[in-house]
């Protein structure tokens, strides 16, 4: 907000003065940091139950004359966002302010904290305990709004319906020990392995929302539900779905639990090393072709946004060059864009109950930074970032690249390490094809980062300069080459054979736009030369119109032993 807009906010929580949504302190040098706590938890709950935009708890307001006197809590504006940290770490949900922000008063520094409303459906508690407001005053939250915030969703959530002839005999004693472990490492600073492992299994399932009071949720039998209990989910679908599309044709069913089945079907997942070498760098740069945090953050969500009602199954396909995870029903609360950044946290659920169990497990993260750290790793593994597809009226699908779509993208994240993830986005969104916003265009082009006319942007490549060598040059040009090689044998790979035409239509808009035609042509013939002689491909067609396909046996991707400029392993 502004100053004006920040001074005309105040003045108007100072009218209203303190209720259950708002609540001033002096704080005049300090504030015990678990009264915040405290105030947060009953703040965000009576914001729910009134249909409030948010709480506010307010520092630098005198408690009996209503008149600015100033706070000097936190003055360095790291320690005072600092705040937001600590919040997230002693909250269940985890849950932290939406804003802190300073007011230059005339009588004095005035700090506003704004609090979210608790999501509909879960209470929230600081350090496991649950507040609410007893008119201007901290009370500890009553059983009749424990209840009332509890059954919000009842009606609505379908993984919070409770299962009549299920019971913890259900439970797979394997997934079960996994969930304890995992409910122990979320909560490191309230309970200890053994603590958590010595409970009894009624008492653990109810603390990780599994059950409720003692009666079994469906979310529980999707978590921890042995594979022969998912009968009792019928006529629902407890399924994920893992196919290889290729040359090579497979594919799995996985059921519950689901605790253990994600990983399983990650394991699935033909998960090579990629080779990449820094611009004007003897080094090489090996990742993965696909981070395991990343893609089981993916198929989590996917679980967690789940529309069971639509009696679908989520699908994990997965091809040469990418992962194409895909769940039933809409994008629940915003797009996809708005947690990229990491500046957004979900308001609403559409399975509120098992996207709590699922928190308590480690499963997911309550706070909307999934998102964003999918994006942020990607883009430290020098990749494209996710691709959301919204398309379908009833369904969502994220791909996941696992291969290089630009060289200029990829060098330019190897030696700008420093870039904001707002311009990696847009550089993304450059490299394939997708239109960026005005100012941002003017941002990239400033800064050096695209060239080209719109609707022609694109990624400029890295500009020598005195440091480079020689060398540094010929490695880039090898990068260049092995890019190419590997998008043949990837085109092959997937569609088996290929006409001179088809290599020169895949090949055409990779090779920039400084070549001539006769130029891209004899490059595309170097580079089916080369394929030939190792090896890798060979004309199943005639020499006035060859077939190209891969020699046996096929290989996986592209590699040259011993070459230390090729970047695919």
Partial sequence: MTEEELRTLLDRLIAGWENETVEFKQASNDYDTDKIGAYFSALSNEANLRGAEAGWLVFGI?????????????????????????????????MTFRAIQELAHPDGRVVLLEIPPAPD??????????????????????????????????????????????????????????????????????????EVLGWPAELFTDRARLTRAGKVTRAALLLVGTPKAAWLLSPYPAQLTWGLYGTDRAY?????????????????????????????????VDVWKYDERIVLEAIHNALGHQDFRRNGRITVQEFGDRLVIANEG????????????????????????????????????????GIFDMHNRQAHRFLPMPDYDLSEPDAVKLTIHGAVVDEAYTRLLMQRTDLPITDVLALDR????????????????????????????????????????RAGYIRARSLDDAHY????????TRFGTATRQDLDDLLEGKLGESPDDGQKSR??????????????????????????????PAPESYLQTGDETEPFK
Wanted: net charge positive; glycine share 6%.
């Fill in 62 to 94: 005198h408690n009996k004359t209503r008149q600015v006197v100033g706070t000097n809590y936190r003055p360095e504006a790291e320690r005072l966002q600092g705040l937001k940290a600590q919040m997230s770490q002693n909250t269940e949900p985890t």
């Fill in 121 to 194: 459906g879960i209470p929230v508690s600081w350090k496991g305990r649950f507040y609410a407001r007893d008119g201007e005053s901290l009370a500890p939250l009553s059983l009749d709004k424990l209840d009332r915030l509890r059954d919000q969703t009842l009606g609505r959530d379908w993984s919070a319906q409770t299962v009549a002839d299920a019971t913890l005999a259900d439970f797979d004693p394997e997934a079960l020990d996994a969930a304890r472990r995992a409910f122990a490492r979320r909560h490191p600073k309230r309970f200890t392995d053994d």
């Fill in 252 to 284: 799995e069913h996985f059921g519950p639990p689901f605790l253990l089945a994600t990983t399983a079907l990650f394991a699935r997942i033909r998960n090579v090393q990629l080779r990449l070498v820094q611009p004007g760098a003897l080094m090489q």
């Fill in 330 to 369: 809409r994008f629940y609360d915003g797009e996809p864009g708005d947690y990229a950044t990491g500046s957004r946290s979900p308001r609403r659920y559409r399975n509120p109950a098992l996207a709590q169990a699922m928190a308590e497990l480690g499963m997911i993260d309550r706070l909307g930074y």
């Fill in 430 to 469: 450059v490299q394939k094809g997708m239109t960026i916003p005005e100012d941002m265009t003017r941002r990239l082009r400033r800064a050096k980062l695209i060239e080209g006319r719109k609707p022609h942007l694109r990624v400029a490549p890295l500009v020598a300069n005195a440091t480079d060598t």
């Fill in 485 to 492: 090689l590997q998008l043949v044998v990837d085109y092959l």
């Fill in 523 to 552: 490059k595309v013939t170097y580079l089916l030369t080369k394929l030939r002689r190792d090896g890798l491909v060979r004309n199943s067609g005639t020499k006035a119109r060859p077939v190209w396909e891969l020699a046996p």
